[in-house]
């Protein structure tokens, strides 16, 4: 699965857990879409998708966007 792909499928769960269209490079918990509470879902919805476990203590950091999250799960699933 190429990074764009990913991309997709990220923006597409993260929009489907904020309920609110985001583009890749779209902060989003320092904008405040994602809360806390949503991150967790979002966290979750991630494992579910591709397998991949966001550590709690990182969840921020590859949370920031889109494309970093698009990143981190294409790094561990090494695409």
């Known amino acids: ?41 979002v966290a979750l919805a991630v494992e579910r998708e591709f397998g991949c476990k966001i550590p709690p203590t990182e969840i921020d950091v590859h949370l920031e966007s889109v494309h970093t999250l698009a990143a981190f799960i294409a790094e561990r699933k090494g695409a």
């Open 1 to 41: 699965m190429d990074i764009k792909t990913i991309e997709a499928k990220v923006a597409t769960l993260i929009e489907n857990v904020i309920l609110t269209q985001v583009d890749p490079d779209t902060l989003l918990i320092e904008s405040g879409l994602v809360d806390s509470l949503a991150a967790v879902d």
